[in-house]
């Protein structure tokens, strides 16, 4: 049969092509409570909620924002697209720290949507909220400045990463993904503390947040997926403390 994305038969280990014996038994292929249709509807969004709470008190939107702002420093006027946007906090946030963006808000969770839209952002000014996979976007070749994909990415297997990555720059001049890096020697100090932070942000957060770790990309597995994703993507990648990876890609110029 013939296939016609020429990502769909990749497979891959999350640690990549050279992932030691010990990485592999690490990793996780194990599904988050927030990736079930098994479990409740409630529990997936005390998922949501104990990450929207750490991230607001740990200042990781801050940080966020920054790394995606930084790369249309000196644009009055720059087109931004959020996917895998859950909540919407981080495109509220890019909102308020540039004054001339216009930011669509994404989600592939018909859910999601209708809770953004119903939300403040639902009538803002400067943002649209739409429906959108990742992997398949219906825009037109570089029609936003940057595209950001926040700890997402790990959710999905390696041939709709590399989608994500065809796809994020072929619609953006910049795609950046934020997500863990790769340790198993933070996740060994994280076990330990991990129970003392429930009362904090709940344990279906910390039960979603020490798998998510097993299912993090490496970067030798994302340069893998970039080099077979079936366009030509350029990847920076770098380790932003605690446990943030920021990935900057871009693509060759297309017709
Ligand atoms: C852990 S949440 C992250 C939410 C938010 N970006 C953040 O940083 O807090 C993962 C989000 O990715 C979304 N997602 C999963 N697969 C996706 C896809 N193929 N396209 C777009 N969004 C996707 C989920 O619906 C969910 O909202």
New binding site residues.
Partial sequence: MDNEDPAATIDLARGGPDASWLDRLYATEKP?W??RDDVPLRRRQQ??RG??RL?TVTG?YRS?ARWTLEHVQDNAAPRIL??????G??SARLLAAHPGAEVTV????PD?VRSIRAGELGQHPRATVRL????AIDSPDYHYDVAV????MH??PPH?VAA?LREGTRVAKTLVI?DLWRSPVFYALAVPLAPMAVPLFGFPTLH?GLI?LRKAYSTSALRTLAAECGAEVHLRTRFAPPVFMVVTATGEERS
């Fill in positions: 988050e927030m990736d998922v949501m990450l929207d991230n990781t966020y959020e996917l895998g946007a859950g909540h906090a981080l994404s989600d592939v969770n999601s959108l996979d990742a992997t994909f926040t700890q997402s959710h999905l709709m994500v934020i979603d998510s």
